[in-house]
């Protein structure tokens, strides 16, 4: 959070949250700390001839840290002074003071950093011994081939031909269950995108455009890109249609379940302009909610006219965050006929939101897809659409447990953009992140070169794939579809009997 | 000993997994023979089974009630057979009543009342003989306590509990009996004790399956057939594969070819090098099917009117000796049970992972071409790593 004294005239209540030292006899006044920092919160100061710091601006990102050559740097969270109390926190009572000083809604990025209960924590996961042979991946076949899509209850074969009688709807393969969440051409830079997309492609999966459109730079990795039709309906037109693999309708997100999105006009650079296919320097904003959507019935219009649009060659996603009542809606959406569904829980993460939202609505993704996969099992609809969840997944091992909960695949956003270097510092909102991930700024951008970034972000998932496959042949699964929705190799610790039940999971020892 | 007859899985498993001996001869002329030969066989193999399971399957042993369905019922309470009998009574029209003879036998202990029923069902609600008596089992062995329907074919039926399977046999008395497909079964439970009902065969209506092996995809498979109306009442992994069959090849009419592409799915790299055709069929298997591979080691005998099938995973971690001699398809755990009752087999073969062993009556049994060149291999031992 930059802190800065709002009305020019009154001093802040606001205390520095983080201190930067510099150990002078390792410092070379070289400027590099100055240069990397877009926070100004690093200066040379000239009278002493030594790097000086605004404490007050630091948010903690750590780049100047990495790229001191001396590593002369350190950061360190201001000890807290307040008299301890476990109800008026210091983040309270910072949030109170701030407010007081500003009268605006508090903004914040990344996703919620509250101490919800992280289910998959919760959860370990089965190995074979003696009865079942575990499976080496190193020697074995192991399989984590996914197909995104409509599924029959039955496929109908002629027994003489062997001609397929049914016809199925659009398949997606992806080689891996993880895919890039949404994230935008204006949230993040074109540079990231471009990164998004080529990993996606060296990964043999997806990645999802978020609500920005697509720049034509892009278009030539169509086949391993969601588009994305949100309530702004920003760069859609018939090229964007059908340069994607799949089309998903956002409903919603699980960072900001219920509200729009708001990309600053000072963002809307010339390209972001014409991608999203509005005025330069105009804020972006997306409403609550699809304006012509207002019912399930409007929803299911929706859908059938994407698929009319694309000639019904591309599935089409429908995207909802977690809240209360998801399993409902979740059938409401299968039924009126999306291929897949795609959810996204409480921990979702953003590039800007009002924090009283992202801290305080929706619920856990575990619960949410818990209660989705056995309710479309009751309803016996579960094979009509793929399951896709999101929200703060940072482990193989969540997404191991995410799939034997009942997900086809996973969404990844934050781990993807901590492999390009962003620490969690929650600034993002501000367009002026120093690694140039979430920047329209000319400068900062150029500080992700897509080629590297994507190396790197198609080894994270490289790695986790890696990590899966040991994790299921640890089993005795060689494909990942055995693992899929079956709870029995979760077992839950620490839990409730209740939130076991919710889980569909038996305790530790049962 | 109550406990081994308990119907209540007292240790909450969802599932018991075993290491087993299985063993099945088929006369594809159709021709009966008595329950000699796969006895001893079985009893060969007596040391992959612990006592705590065996069972049989037997084909064209009622030929006076051909067109019945066969109800074999245990029942572990006096209550729960007044109970199933009034059920049956206003379901059915019972041709013959009577209980399954038995005899003394060395290590059967404590065994529940077992009757059979040679019966019609009165009312179709809509839907085949077979859907009915589907859902009529269904309902007794999830709603009537202490119960439990464990055979219901025409034409056939399963012989099955607690103890080594040569002690299951002369318990049953199965000398007595004249079949032209048999499939044996000796269990090694592990992770339940053993009881009646979950011992193999598994059946619903002609459909048998023994297994050997554990079903580490058992949850899903479980929670899939859920969905068509199935639901596991025997803790025991193998019955997911018996539900399985019947969804696939009686419901959604496939081949056992097909069946077997399902529950062994061929691996994406072979179905990457298929020709164009095949590999889109393969393809769609697994997108529709995947939820009903069987994954983890196993090898399972599937039975049904004038077929017996054998199929091992496709990664085949448990074993399985195909022999041949005549008209009579052999399929066993170890080869040695196969020399053992037939010394002048003409040939044996040890089955590819996931390639499946058909036998049909009136179709002369041999291995199949791929399998040529392991004939001589197959004939001096068949290595398996169950």
């Given at each position: 959070m930059?802190?800065?004294?709002?009305?020019?005239?009154?001093?802040?209540?606001l205390?520095p949250?983080?201190?930067?030292?510099?150990?002078?006899?390792?410092?070379?006044?070289?400027?590099?700390?100055?240069?990397?920092?877009?926070?100004d919160?690093?200066?040379?100061?000239?009278?002493?001839?030594?790097?000086?710091?605004?404490?007050?601006?630091?948010?903690?990102?750590?780049?100047?840290?990495?790229?001191?050559?001396?590593?002369?740097?350190?950061?360190?969270?201001?000890?807290?002074?307040?008299?301890?109390?476990?109800?008026?926190?210091?983040?309270?009572?910072?949030?109170?003071?701030?407010?007081?000083?500003?009268?605006?809604?508090?903004?914040?990025?990344?996703?919620?950093?509250?101490?919800?209960?992280?289910?998959?924590?919760?959860?370990?996961?089965?190995?074979?011994?003696?009865?079942?042979?575990?499976?080496?991946?190193?020697?074995?076949?192991?399989?984590?081939?996914?197909?995104?899509?409509?599924?029959?209850?039955?496929?109908?074969?002629?027994?003489?031909?062997?001609?397929?009688?049914?016809?199925?709807?659009?398949?997606?393969?992806?080689?891996?269950?993880?895919?890039?969440?949404?994230?935008?051409?204006?949230?993040?830079s074109?540079?990231?995108h471009?990164?998004?997309?080529?990993?996606?492609?060296?990964?043999?999966?997806?990645?999802n455009?978020?609500?920005?459109?697509?720049?034509?730079?892009?278009?030539?990795?169509?086949?391993?890109?969601?588009?994305?039709?949100?309530?702004?309906?920003?760069?859609?037109?018939?090229?964007?249609?059908?340069?994607?693999?799949?089309?998903?309708?956002?409903?919603?997100?699980?960072?900001?379940?219920?509200?729009?999105?708001?990309?600053?006009?000072?963002?809307?650079?010339?390209t972001?302009?014409?991608?999203?296919?509005?005025?330069?320097?105009?804020?972006?904003?997306?409403?609550?909610?699809?304006?012509?959507?207002?019912?399930?019935?409007?929803?299911?219009?929706?859908?059938?006219?994407?698929?009319?649009?694309?000639?019904?060659?591309?599935?089409?996603?429908?995207k909802?965050?977690?809240?209360?009542?998801?399993?409902?809606?979740?059938?409401?959406?299968?039924?009126?006929?999306?291929?897949?569904?795609?959810?996204?829980?409480?921990?979702?993460?953003?590039?800007?939101?009002?924090?009283?939202?992202?801290?305080?609505?929706?619920?856990?993704?575990?619960?949410?897809?818990?209660?989705?996969?056995?309710?479309?099992?009751?309803?016996?609809?579960?094979?009509?659409?793929?399951?896709?969840?999101?929200?703060?997944f940072?482990?193989?091992?969540?997404?191991?447990?995410a799939?034997?909960?009942?997900?086809?695949?996973?969404?990844?956003?934050?781990?993807?953009?901590?492999?390009?270097?962003?620490?969690?510092?929650?600034?993002?909102?501000?367009?002026?992140?120093?690694?140039?991930?979430?920047?329209?700024?000319?400068?900062?951008?150029?500080?992700?070169?897509?080629?590297?970034?994507?190396?790197?972000?198609?080894?994270?998932?490289?790695?986790?794939?890696?990590?899966?496959?040991?994790?299921?042949?640890?089993?005795?699964?060689?494909?990942?579809?055995?693992?899929?929705?079956?709870?029995?190799?979760?077992?839950?610790?620490?839990?409730?009997?209740?939130?076991?039940?919710?889980?569909?999971?038996?305790l530790?020892?049962? | 000993?109550?406990?081994?007859?308990?119907?209540?899985?007292?240790?909450?498993?969802?599932?018991s997994?075993?290491?087993?001996?299985?063993?099945?001869?088929?006369?594809?002329?159709?021709?009966?023979?008595?329950?000699?030969?796969?006895?001893?066989?079985?009893?060969?193999?007596?040391?992959?089974?612990?006592?705590?399971?065996?069972?049989?399957?037997?084909?064209?042993?009622?030929?006076?009630?051909?067109?019945?369905?066969?109800?074999?019922v245990?029942?572990?309470?006096?209550?729960?057979?007044?109970?199933?009998?009034?059920?049956?009574?206003?379901?059915?029209?019972?041709?013959?009543?009577?209980?399954?003879?038995?005899?003394?036998?060395?290590?059967?202990?404590?065994?529940?009342?077992?009757?059979?029923?040679?019966?019609?069902?009165k009312?179709?609600?809509?839907?085949?003989?077979?859907?009915?008596?589907?859902?009529?089992?269904?309902?007794?062995n999830?709603?009537?306590?202490?119960?439990?329907?464990?055979?219901?074919?025409?034409?056939?039926?399963?012989?099955?509990?607690?103890?080594?399977?040569?002690?299951?046999?002369?318990?049953?008395?199965?000398?007595?009996?004249?079949?032209?497909?048999?499939?044996?079964?000796?269990?090694?439970?592990?992770?339940?004790?053993?009881?009646w009902g979950?011992?193999?065969?598994?059946?619903?209506?002609d459909?048998?399956?023994v297994?050997?092996?554990?079903?580490?995809?058992?949850?899903?498979?479980?929670?899939?057939?859920?969905?068509?109306?199935?639901?596991?009442?025997?803790?025991?992994?193998?019955?997911?594969?018996?539900?399985?069959?019947?969804?696939?090849?009686?419901?959604?009419?496939?081949?056992?070819?097909?069946?077997?592409?399902?529950?062994?799915?061929?691996?994406?790299?072979?179905?990457?090098?298929?020709?164009?055709?095949?590999?889109?069929?393969?393809?769609?298997?697994?997108?529709?099917?995947?939820?009903?591979?069987?994954?983890?080691?196993?090898?399972?005998?599937?039975?049904?009117?004038?077929?017996?099938?054998?199929?091992?995973?496709?990664?085949?971690?448990?074993?399985?000796?195909?022999?041949?001699?005549?008209?009579?398809?052999?399929?066993?755990?170890?080869?040695?049970?196969?020399?053992?009752?037939?010394?002048?087999?003409?040939?044996?073969?040890?089955?590819?992972?996931?390639?499946?062993?058909?036998?049909?009556?009136?179709?002369?049994?041999?291995?199949p071409?791929?399998?040529?060149?392991t004939?001589?291999?197959?004939?001096?031992?068949?290595r398996?790593?169950?």
């Open positions: 930059i802190v800065t004294s709002h009305n020019g005239h009154t001093k802040s209540y205390k949250r983080f201190r930067v030292d510099i150990v002078d006899e390792r410092c070379i006044r070289c400027g590099c700390c100055v240069e990397q920092c877009s926070f919160s690093m200066y040379f100061d000239t009278q002493y001839q030594r790097i000086g710091s605004t404490d007050e601006n630091c948010v903690a990102c750590h780049r100047c840290v990495v790229f001191c050559p001396t590593q002369a740097i350190t950061i360190h969270q201001m000890s807290i002074e307040y008299k301890h109390n476990d109800h008026w926190r210091p983040d309270v009572i910072e949030d109170i003071t701030r407010q007081s000083e500003t009268g605006g809604v508090l903004i914040t990025g990344m996703g919620s950093d509250k101490p919800w209960t992280c289910y998959w924590d919760k959860l370990c996961l089965n190995a074979s011994q003696v009865t079942n042979p575990s499976i080496d991946p190193l020697r074995e076949p192991m399989e984590l081939r996914t197909f995104l899509g409509r599924k029959p209850d039955r496929l109908e074969i002629d027994p003489r031909t062997m001609e397929m009688k049914t016809t199925m709807g659009p398949q997606v393969r992806i080689e891996t269950p993880i895919m890039f969440s949404a994230m935008s051409y204006g949230a993040v074109l540079n990231v471009e990164a998004l997309a080529r990993a996606a492609s060296l990964a043999g999966t997806l990645y455009t978020g609500e920005g459109g697509l720049h034509p730079k892009l278009f030539k990795y169509g086949p391993h890109t969601i588009v994305q039709v949100a309530s702004g309906r920003f760069g859609v037109h018939p090229a964007y249609l059908d340069v994607g693999r799949i089309v998903e309708i956002k409903i919603g997100q699980g960072a900001k379940p219920g509200i729009g999105g708001h990309l600053p006009g000072e963002k809307v650079s010339a972001v302009a014409t991608t999203r296919m509005i005025p330069q320097g105009t804020d972006a904003l997306s409403p609550a909610p699809q304006h012509d959507i207002y019912s399930i019935e409007d929803l299911s219009q929706l859908i059938h006219a994407l698929k009319e649009a694309t000639n019904y060659t591309k599935p089409i996603s429908v909802i965050a977690a809240v209360h009542n998801s399993a409902a809606i979740a059938s409401g959406i299968a039924r009126a006929g999306a291929d897949m569904i795609a959810i996204d829980g409480i921990r979702g993460s953003t590039g800007a939101a009002p924090k009283s939202i992202r801290d305080n609505v929706g619920i856990p993704i575990e619960m949410a897809l818990a209660s989705v996969d056995a309710r479309l099992r009751a309803e016996g609809i579960r094979n009509q659409v793929s399951l896709v969840v999101a929200g703060g940072r482990t193989s091992a969540d997404v191991v447990k799939i034997a909960l009942g997900a086809d695949a996973v969404y990844i956003g934050t781990a993807a953009l901590i492999s390009i270097g962003c620490t969690v510092c929650q600034a993002c909102y501000t367009g002026r992140c120093a690694w140039g991930i979430t920047t329209t700024d000319d400068k900062l951008t150029k500080r992700q070169n897509p080629e590297i970034a994507a190396e790197r972000m198609a080894n994270l998932l490289h790695s986790w794939s890696h990590e899966i496959k040991e994790m299921l042949g640890a089993m005795g699964i060689n494909s990942i579809e055995s693992l899929r929705g079956n709870r029995l190799h979760l077992r839950g610790v620490g839990l409730t009997r209740a939130e076991a039940d919710i889980l569909g999971v038996r530790a020892g049962e | 000993m109550k406990g081994l007859l308990n119907p209540d899985n007292r240790y909450g498993d969802d599932k997994s075993a290491a087993c001996s299985l063993f099945g001869m088929l006369d594809t002329t159709g021709r009966r023979f008595s329950s000699e030969a796969v006895i001893r066989a079985i009893t060969n193999m007596h040391d992959r089974s612990n006592g705590l399971g065996g069972g049989f399957a037997a084909y064209g042993i009622y030929p006076q009630y051909p067109e019945h369905y066969a109800l074999h245990m029942y572990m309470s006096q209550a729960a057979k007044a109970n199933v009998e009034t059920y049956l009574r206003a379901e059915f029209d019972i041709e013959h009543a009577e209980p399954i003879p038995t005899s003394p036998a060395n290590g059967i202990v404590n065994p529940p009342d077992v009757w059979r029923y040679f019966a019609l069902p009312q179709l609600d809509g839907l085949s003989g077979d859907d009915t008596v589907v859902q009529r089992v269904m309902h007794v999830t709603s009537i306590a202490d119960a439990f329907i464990f055979s219901s074919g025409r034409n056939m039926g399963v012989f099955k509990g607690v103890g080594f399977p040569e002690a299951i046999a002369r318990y049953f008395r199965l000398e007595e009996y004249q079949g032209y497909l048999w499939t044996v079964h000796g269990r090694f439970p592990t992770n339940t004790p053993g009881w979950g011992a193999h065969p598994f059946n619903v209506l459909w048998t399956v297994h050997n092996g554990e079903l580490s995809s058992y949850g899903i498979n479980r929670r899939h057939l859920e969905m068509f109306g199935y639901f596991c009442t025997l803790q025991t992994d193998t019955e997911v594969a018996a539900y399985a069959v019947d969804l696939l090849v009686r419901r959604h009419g496939h081949s056992i070819e097909t069946l077997a592409k399902i529950l062994a799915a061929p691996l994406w790299s072979e179905i990457d090098r298929m020709p164009p055709r095949e590999r889109a069929l393969h393809q769609t298997l697994r997108q529709v099917y995947g939820s009903l591979l069987l994954n983890g080691p196993f090898t399972i005998i599937i039975a049904h009117t004038g077929q017996m099938i054998g199929l091992t995973d496709r990664i085949r971690l448990r074993p399985l000796v195909a022999g041949v001699r005549g008209d009579v398809l052999y399929l066993s755990s170890e080869e040695s049970a196969i020399h053992l009752v037939c010394p002048d087999v003409e040939r044996t073969w040890t089955p590819m992972g996931g390639e499946p062993v058909v036998g049909t009556v009136g179709v002369a049994p041999g291995p071409k791929s399998a040529a060149t004939q001589a291999a197959g004939r001096k031992s068949a398996g790593r169950g």
